[in-house]
């Protein structure tokens, strides 16, 4: 029964030490004294955004999903980009590369769902590995098509834009070596020790809640001194 008894205890020590662990998680940043620029990710899946509040809470700046691939939109751009110009916080628009879908396709989506806006934030595109294409192009391929996908959008937003690589995509340190950009690079509470180049953005969490957010949201800080 002691035993028992003792257990029992354990476990709920270790309970509360979870849920005290997960509650620290869920509002930590990067310190802004090192870090002072720092914002978040926006789409869909964030739900419903009171950008003030947002702002209020820290974010200097936000980037806003758009474009899937070909075809795809997310469904709250629209609004999320008008809002976020309205807050006068800073803003930009994501694309999400998809492997298997022409460069010029892609670029043409993307044109036609984000406005061409002096005043945004250079254009960002997520470059993944994990559930992106399982008959991926070969290296050289890749960099052909993406080449035509930066020539396009760059050109409607006049502006060079910045690529977002996780640690496993295949060709990461290739891209990272080879493509004059900056790069956004992800990875939990360190700062990312990958890619070929120094990081221009890091992503340091995916489930940080901020007020004004009804959802958990992706929070990125900006090197000191990066180019753009």
């Known amino acids: 029964m002691r035993t028992l008894k003792w ?14 662990l997960w509650q620290v998680a869920i509002r930590w940043h990067p310190d802004e004294g090192q870090y002072p620029v720092q914002g ?5 899946a964030q739900g419903e955004v009171h950008w003030p509040t947002l702002s209020a809470n820290g974010a200097d700046f936000a980037y806003i999903m758009a474009t899937d691939g070909d075809a795809g939109r997310d469904e709250n751009f629209e609004a999320n980009w008008a ?8 803003y930009g628009a994501v694309h999400n590369w998809q492997l298997c879908r022409l460069a010029a396709d892609q670029a043409t989506n993307f044109i036609a769902t ?7 934030l250079p254009p960002a595109v997520m470059l993944r590995f994990e559930g992106n294409c399982s008959d991926r192009p070969d290296i050289d391929v890749l960099m052909d098509e993406l080449s035509t996908f930066l020539t396009m ?19 990461m340190y290739a891209i990272t070596r080879n493509v004059e950009r900056s790069f956004w690079l992800s990875r939990r509470l360190f700062k990312p020790d990958y890619g070929a180049v120094p990081w221009s953005i890091w992503e340091a969490s995916d489930i940080r809640q901020v007020p004004g957010v009804e959802n958990p949201v992706r929070w990125n800080v900006v090197r000191p001194g990066s180019p753009g």
């Open 7 to 20: 257990a029992a205890i354990w476990l709920v020590i270790l309970a509360v030490a979870a849920v005290a």
């Open 40 to 44: 978040v990710t926006i789409g869909a």
């Open 83 to 90: 809002a976020a110009r309205e807050s006068g916080m800073r």
């Open 114 to 120: 984000v406005p061409s806006d002096a005043g945004a």
């Open 153 to 171: 959008i760059e050109r409607h937003a006049e502006s060079p834009a910045i690529l977002y690589v996780t640690r496993d995509f295949d060709d």
